[in-house]
């Protein structure tokens, strides 16, 4: 931002806050691997968004298929998992924002270098912190590409539920309607096919995000001002999912919306109002819950029980 290039700066810091969520696994070399891959996830999603979206029927081809394999390894390991999620997002992202800045790939990079090397900083403070999802990449991947625990029925529920979400918001003539999307990839998880408490945790989570962010980008501070808020919030976000999930995910979603809304106003396009925020959100979670309902594995009768 203090070279002026807002938007660049932007993409960095969302990029720094995924690649920090993708802190998995039982060894420094584990977490490093599963940082980086989904750095590299990220910069190469919102790359082919920008590049092969841009119109309708377009957007929903891209955010399909990267939603597509998201849901199909959902289950082989958290790691994997969050990779391939937060690509999912990227690619929604470069699709619905459209911005053709150079910069921003480079900001992204730089992004996950210093989310990885803060991480080593509090390893080096604090200790590795205890993880149990250890981590074969061969097993992980073979998992992967098996569609193991998640199967054909949640990732086309999950692929169809993002690119409805999109499909439906651009029908209606929603502004922006990439939220509606992102919202599906971040709530919508597999282990709601058997129970939807955690994600109706997400949803109010998502909501009041939405709500706690609005005042604060209509109220007209300077961009580094509101930056700098962001990034609180952002700093909030693992320690918030630590304590409740709901809490976690208001952090998460405030840092979204005054992020994006520093994007678009330097790139001279009309900031999301309120009642389209709550809008997309609210498709995006309708719609989260139908695919779950249609992911949800089917009980053997009594018969045959």
């Known amino acids: 931002m203090a070279s002026g290039r807002v938007v660049a700066g932007v993409i960095g810091g969302a990029c720094a806050l995924l690649v920090t969520m993708a802190d998995v696994g039982t060894t420094r070399a584990s977490r490093v691997s599963t940082m980086a891959a989904a750095a ?167 909501l009041a995000g939405i709500l706690l962010a609005a005042p604060i980008s209509g109220a007209g501070a300077p961009p580094i001002i509101t930056a700098l808020i962001a990034a609180a919030f952002a700093a909030l976000a693992r320690l918030g999912l630590a304590l409740n999930p709901a809490l976690g995910f208001t952090a998460f979603t405030a840092f979204f919306m005054l992020a994006i809304d520093l994007a678009l106003a330097a790139a001279g396009i009309e900031t999301h109002l309120l009642a389209a925020r709550l809008y997309d959100v609210a498709v995006g979670c309708g719609l989260t819950l139908i695919g779950l309902l249609a992911a949800r594995p089917r009980r053997p009768s009594p018969q045959l029980a």
């Not at 841009?54 to 990267?66: I, K, Q």
């Not at 911005?99 to 803060?118: E, K, Q, S, T």
């Open 40 to 206: 590299v996830a990220m910069i190469a999603g919102g790359t082919i968004g920008a590049k092969l979206g841009g119109s309708t029927y377009a957007d929903e081809a891209v955010v399909l298929l990267a939603a597509l394999i998201a849901g199909w390894v959902s289950a082989s390991h958290p790691g994997i998992a969050a990779v391939a999620r937060f690509g999912a997002v990227a690619t929604a992202t470069g699709a619905g924002l459209q911005f053709a800045d150079p910069a921003i790939a480079l900001a992204a990079a730089a992004g996950g270098v210093m989310a990885i090397a803060a991480a080593f900083a509090a390893w080096w403070a604090f200790g590795l912190p205890p993880e149990e999802n250890s981590i074969d990449w061969r097993a992980g991947i073979r998992r992967a590409l098996a569609g193991a625990g998640a199967g054909p029925r949640f990732a086309i529920a999950f692929a169809l539920a993002c690119a409805t979400a999109l499909l439906a918001a651009e029908w209606l003539g929603v502004s922006r309607p990439y939220w509606a999307t992102i919202t599906v990839m971040l709530v919508m998880r597999r282990e709601g096919t058997v129970s939807l408490q955690l994600v109706v945790h997400y949803m109010v989570g998502t």
